[in-house]
């Protein structure tokens, strides 16, 4: 199976009316996907800006995403194995996308010089 991780994150040419159509119930997009949906792009926001964060803070939000998308519970509605059930993604697909993300972030990141 090709690996198609290489374009996860880079930016597509794509209609909204396109993007949207997987989301939509009739004519009308269902409020909860679009909850889901903008649960999801925020949780995908924190662990992309937080991967290399150094101070407390973004640390501690890195880590509470991570445990998030790592997580298989599906006991909770809001789970990231339900949410991404819901909207048709693959989550080991989608985790396997971040951790290379991550993986290639730390490798460009500068290397800490001890004083």
Known sequence: MKDRSNGLFEPDALLPSQFY?????????AGEKRLMLAVLEDALDCYRKYSAARDGQGVQLFRDVDVWITSRDRRWFYSYENICDTL???????????????????????????V
């Open 21 to 29: 159509a997987a989301f939509r119930t009739g004519s009308a997009i």
């Open 88 to 114: 048709e993604i693959d989550p080991d697909y989608l985790r396997a996308g971040l951790a290379r993300l991550r993986r290639i972030g730390s490798e460009a990141a500068p290397a800490r010089v001890a």
